[in-house]
């Protein structure tokens, strides 16, 4: 969209009520924020912000964005009142260009800047407490960072002592803080204290798991920054560390897996053990690392709820000997686990790589006994062992397992490799048997059928699909509409009216509103009115629902 012909691109109702707004001059602040890039509030319901981002030649819009909660159609009235406003002042450039910290910080004297730093701390406790860690002597900066991030985290606390879900990222401002410092740490070639002060973030938020509602998931993002840091620290560090900061960082890490914290997140115990294999091109490190993961292995086989880490644990040995012993005798470790899956996998890569299909069908062929319960590895083995089969060319073979794949997997590209496996005369009867296979299964009612159907141009039972389930007319009805508008119409219609027989919040309106937007573009502008009509005849007493009526 271009500035120049934006009243093209938009409904002329918004447009009217955005025009109202440009003469009553309701847009207010508007400011060049970048360049090309302009934000402006505007008053409604309540006060909202509207971005406009402008390609170099100033007529291109490439962004357009208003933070109000319309949704029934592309554009908002404050967005077009904006709009307005940037034609009638774009080109006379009277729009002020905002200038940035880094353009008025630099006009302030020393003094001044003192001055400006100490009122924003007064006023502000969280950017003192920031400027004073950043400013911080490095040999407090351990014991700083443990202050910092226990300070967040009890702000965070109710009285109760519990952190709710949502105080979770106040809880975890001091860690992000720490981890940050970790970064310029790293950045800076001081990757020793990179990785302490990114160990300091996981114990810290592993306990407060203990005492937090983390459902809105701002813990795993953070535990893997401190993850990323320090491999990513010993990985640029480990030839430059001595060998006694070698051991003794070894010794941290083994030392916090230990720790009886991670019984209940076995995952990040691993983790940490696994960023000791760097450690072990000293055997003595080496040895003391294969013990403690055969102890672990140990420990966690005696439940099959700890599956996953068992297999990573034997990732970790595996990693030990691929990168201290070399490959044949990973390859060794690899046969000789191939009852993990995650080796299975290794070993039927190794045979595909060097052609040997007959034992990759037999690896497959016992996974698929062995993990009878998990349908997504057993997919996984009949997927290898249809690409074994493709590779022999046993053209019987690849249509079972093709077939098989379709019914099971719902995946259509599975469709278009089996049909191709057929002659036109052979065809129709596979098509019909897959066809009552999905019908006969309680999720038939699926993509992947639709998509057949449509393929194959079966419009009547496309048809008799939507009648089944009409909310699904809003995805189907441009297959329909030629051969079939009479049903489609009633189809829209009938979904339309049982959307309508709930009364709910406005949003519940609005997606009411937006099935008949599309009725609208289907059927045109008199039916649309006609159905809109009914509606207010039978639901006059919600307001709301007729207000939204009036905004189509």
Not at 363 to 377: H, M, P, Q, S, V
Not at 429 to 436: A, F, G, H, M, R
Not at 459 to 487: R, T
Request: aromatic share 12%; proline share 3%; charged share 35%.
């Amino acid at each position: 969209m271009k500035l120049s012909n934006f009243e093209d691109q938009i409904d002329e109702i918004i447009l009217e009520r955005g025009y109202k707004y440009f003469i009553d001059d309701k847009v207010e602040n508007l400011d060049e924020v970048y360049e090309n890039h302009f934000m402006a509030l505007v008053p409604g319901t309540e006060i909202y912000s509207v971005h406009v981002k402008f390609a170099d030649d100033q007529d291109t819009i490439i962004k357009l964005k208003c933070d109000c909660p319309y949704d029934v159609g592309k554009y908002c009235k404050h967005q077009a009142a904006v709009l307005y406003t940037l034609e009638k002042k774009l080109l006379g450039g009277k729009i002020k260009k905002k200038k940035s910290l880094e353009d008025l910080l630099p006009c302030l004297s020393k003094e001044e800047l003192i001055e400006l730093i100490l009122k924003i701390s007064f006023e502000h406790e969280d950017v003192e407490r920031k400027l004073l860690f950043q400013l911080s002597p490095s040999d407090d900066e351990i014991e700083n960072s443990k202050r910092l991030i226990s300070q967040y985290i009890g702000e965070a606390e109710e009285f109760d002592g519990f952190i709710p879900w949502n105080r979770m990222d106040d809880a975890l401002t001091g860690v992000e803080m720490v981890l940050e410092s970790a970064y310029g740490k790293l950045q800076r070639n001081d990757e020793e204290t990179a990785v302490r002060l990114s160990l300091l973030a996981i114990p810290a938020i592993v306990d407060m798991l203990d005492f937090a509602d983390d459902s809105g998931g701002f813990v795993m993002p953070v535990i893997e920054e401190a993850f990323t840091i320090i491999d990513t620290a010993l990985e640029k560090g480990i030839n430059s560390f001595k060998l006694e900061t070698k051991e003794e960082l070894y010794h941290v890490l083994m030392n916090e897996a230990f720790n009886e914290r991670y019984d209940g997140w076995p995952e990040w115990r691993v983790q940490l053990m696994n960023s000791c294999i760097i450690f072990c091109d000293y055997d003595k490190l080496r040895e003391q690392l294969e013990k403690q993961v055969k102890h672990f292995i140990d420990k966690y086989s005696k439940d099959s709820m700890n599956d996953y880490e068992v297999s990573k644990l034997k990732e970790i040995q595996f990693k030990l000997i691929q990168r201290y012993d070399g490959e044949s005798q990973a390859l060794d470790f690899i046969h000789h686990n191939v009852d993990t899956p995650d080796f299975r996998e290794k070993a039927i890569r190794h045979h595909l790589e060097n052609s040997a299909y007959e034992k990759v069908i037999e690896l497959c062929d016992n996974g698929i006994e062995r993990d009878t319960k998990y349908a997504g590895l057993v997919s996984k083995w009949k997927e290898f062992k249809l690409q074994a089969y493709e590779e022999l060319g046993n053209l019987n073979k690849q249509k079972e397992l093709t077939k098989d794949l379709l019914l099971t997997n719902r995946d259509y590209s599975y469709y278009e490799k089996l049909k191709g496996h057929y002659s036109s005369d052979e065809w129709p009867n596979i098509l019909s048997e897959i066809l009552v296979k999905l019908e006969n299964t309680s999720h038939f009612l699926s993509n992947i059928y639709t998509k057949i159907l449509i393929e194959e141009k079966m419009f009547k039972e496309l048809l008799d699909y939507c009648q089944k389930e009409p909310k699904l007319i809003h995805y189907y009805h441009q297959h329909l509409i030629d051969d079939y508008p009479g049903e489609v119409k009633n189809l829209f219609r009938s979904h339309i009216f049982t959307l309508s027989e709930d009364s709910g919040p406005r949003k519940h309106y609005r997606k009411i509103c937006r099935e008949i937007q599309e009725y609208k573009q289907v059927f045109g502008y008199e039916e649309a009115n006609k159905l809109i009509k009914e509606l207010r005849e039978l639901y006059y007493k919600r307001p709301a629902f007729m207000d939204e009526l009036d905004k189509i």
